[in-house]
C-alpha cells in the first residue's frame, strides 16, 4: 500500500442531521432546525474549530459569521 502525504481524509460523525458544508463563497445553510438555543461550531483543516451561541426564533432565520484566518488559534 503506497501512502501520499497530501492525500486526507477527513469524517465527521454527528448524533442529529443538523449539519452542513460550505460553498464556493464559504456560505451555508442548515434547514429545519427546531427554534431554541444552540451551539454552532465550524471547523478548517487549518484554521480549528470556531464556536458562537445562536438562538433559531420561531420564524425567520438565525445569522451567523465566522471568520478564520490560518493562524488564529
Keep these: 500500500m503506497r501512502h501520499h502525504a497530501w492525500m486526507l481524509g477527513y469524517i465527521h460523525v454527528f448524533d442529529h ?3 452542513a458544508m460550505t460553498d464556493e463563497r464559504g456560505a451555508f445553510s442548515i434547514a ?3 427554534a431554541g438555543a444552540y ?3 465550524a471547523w478548517h483543516e487549518d484554521a480549528g ?3 458562537q451561541e445562536i438562538t433559531v426564533p420561531e420564524i425567520g432565520e438565525a445569522r451567523v459569521r465566522f471568520e478564520f484566518t490560518k493562524n488564529q488559534p
Excluded: A, E, Y
Design 17 to 19: 442531521p443538523f449539519f
Design 32 to 34: 429545519n432546525i427546531p
Design 39 to 41: 451551539m454552532l461550531k
Design 49 to 51: 474549530i470556531r464556536s
